[in-house]
């Protein structure tokens, strides 16, 4: 089954970098559009990053400059570098994917990990 794990997040001051990872399994990764997401407690989910098939990336206006997303198709890792956060960047952040399934093309419905905690203090 489609499984994303993500690991990374932690307590920084604001102005520090941290990385986050989001390992997959179950699908057909290198093929898969991923995607950051972030929630921030009593707000909406926000889309934070994407990477396509290709690398193509795209950003939040709030985290683009700032943030970096990459990934490792030979591992089936995504990252998101994150650098000079604020303590507006506080959310759990959480990987998304609506992947490429093995036998039977792409999957329609949105695959979520559990959420890795990035708090920045003040």
């Known amino acids: 089954q489609v499984q994303l794990v993500e690991s990374g997040g932690g307590l920084v001051q604001a102005g520090e970098s941290l990385t986050l990872s989001c390992t997959a399994s179950g699908f057909r990764f290198s093929l898969s559009t991923m995607a950051w997401y972030r929630q921030a407690p009593g707000e909406q989910r926000q889309l934070v990053a994407t990477i396509n098939s290709s690398g193509r990336t795209g950003y939040a206006d709030s985290v683009k400059g700032r943030f970096t997303i990459s990934r490792d198709n030979a591992k089936s890792a995504m990252y998101l570098q994150m650098d000079s956060l604020k303590p507006e960047d506080t959310a759990v952040y959480l990987c998304?994917?609506?992947?490429?399934?093995?036998?039977?093309?792409?999957?329609?419905?949105?695959?979520w990990g559990q959420g890795t905690q990035v708090t920045v203090s003040s």
């Open positions: 998304n994917t609506n992947p490429y399934r093995y036998g039977s093309g792409r999957d329609s419905r949105d695959y």
